[in-house]
T-cell receptor, first 113, second 114 residues
């Protein structure tokens, strides 16, 4: 899940297992959500997005689930690979300020071989 | 390959120096953003721009200014660097509202102020 404070939550998974990374968002007016992956020494990279009129969207090995009732977003990674090790951020737009994204603190995913 | 390029990966500056962080994008994007990234705090928006010569304050603009004289270039300026501005700085660009969103990020500039 998302953190407050200085330490990011860490998810450790075995290679080949499925990973689920969670995010609680704050603004009920947000209608667009994105997951980013940030590898060490690199900027965040787009993984998948979802609009608020959907509750599920699938990409290649990744699925995003949106639960607007409890303002919760999750990223599922199937058959996790060592290359998936990174920090994952969720982001929401700001409702009325459609072009501005608000980012969560991030979750570290560590894949054990 | 489309890119957002930040001119420096690592910078070390002294307290009180004026610091310029440069960002250039080659995607003809209207929107450009500067974030700082600190452990446990995520990405926090410093300034953004929706057009040339246009700028707006983000959530933490104090101690910073920006310049956008050309569409492809967005500069972040630390008027008088302080140690609490030691951070990773990320530049991003995006298309305007109504088009597929999401940002393209640069690789970041890690600034240390001593």
């Amino acid at each position: 899940g998302e953190s407050v404070g200085l330490h990011l939550p860490t998810l450790s998974v075995q290679e080949g297992d499925n990973s689920i990374i969670n995010c609680a968002y704050s603004n009920s007016a947000s209608d667009y959500f994105i997951w980013y992956k940030q590898e060490s020494g690199k900027g965040p990279q787009f993984i998948i997005d979802i609009r608020s009129n959907m509750d599920k969207r699938q990409g290649q090995r990744v699925t995003v689930l949106l639960n607007k009732t409890v303002k919760h977003l999750s990223l599922q990674i199937a058959a996790t690979q060592p290359g998936d090790s990174a920090v994952y951020f969720c982001a929401e737009n700001n409702g009325s300020e459609w072009n501005k994204l608000v980012f969560g603190a991030g979750t570290i995913l560590r894949v054990k071989s | 390959d489309v890119k957002v390029t930040q001119s420096s990966r690592y910078l070390v500056k002294r307290t009180g120096e004026k610091v310029f962080l440069e960002c250039v994008q080659d995607m003809d994007h209207e929107n450009m953003f500067w974030y700082r990234q600190d452990p446990g705090l995520g990405l926090r928006l410093i300034y953004f721009s929706y057009d040339v010569k246009m700028k707006e304050k983000g959530d933490i603009p104090e101690g910073y200014s920006v310049s956008r004289e050309k569409k492809e270039r967005f500069s972040l300026i630390l008027e008088s660097a302080s140690t609490n501005q030691t951070s990773m700085y990320l530049c991003a660009s995006s298309l305007p509202q109504g088009t597929p969103m999401g940002y393209t990020f640069g690789s970041g500039t890690r600034l240390t102020v001593v």
